[in-house]
């Protein structure tokens, strides 16, 4: 079982920056992957940033050039900094870790961006 437990959101100006921090109960290193989601009200989940064991880095066109995801193994912590923040980026953050096929979610944060 693995608890994933998220940091960071809240209310910022357009153009502004943020960062989500989440924390693993697990070992990092050892999951497929791991990385951030997002819900926008009446919207699907869709991927934001991830990282996977096989050392690749998955970025939304959205958010590619404006947000970076980076870990701390020894904290088994991902972060994902989001500089340039648009109105459109207001959402939900899910953290999200992928472990022996297995999906885990944390409980999500808020990122609210005003114009």
């Known amino acids: 079982q693995v608890q994933l437990v998220e940091s960071g959101g809240g209310l910022v100006q357009a153009g502004g920056s943020l960062r989500l921090s989440c924390v693993a109960s697990g070992t990092i290193a050892s999951f497929n992957s791991m990385g951030w989601y997002r819900q926008a009200p009446g919207k699907q989940r869709d991927l934001v940033a991830r990282f996977t064991s096989g050392g690749s880095i998955n970025y939304a066109d959205s958010v590619r050039g404006r947000f970076t995801i980076s870990t701390d193994y020894a904290k088994n912590t991902v972060y994902l900094q989001m500089n340039s923040l648009k109105p459109e980026d207001t959402a939900v953050y899910y953290c999200?870790?992928?472990?022996?096929?297995?999906?885990?979610w944390g409980q999500g944060t808020t990122v609210t961006v005003s114009s």
């Open positions: 999200n870790a992928v472990y022996i096929g297995r999906y885990y």
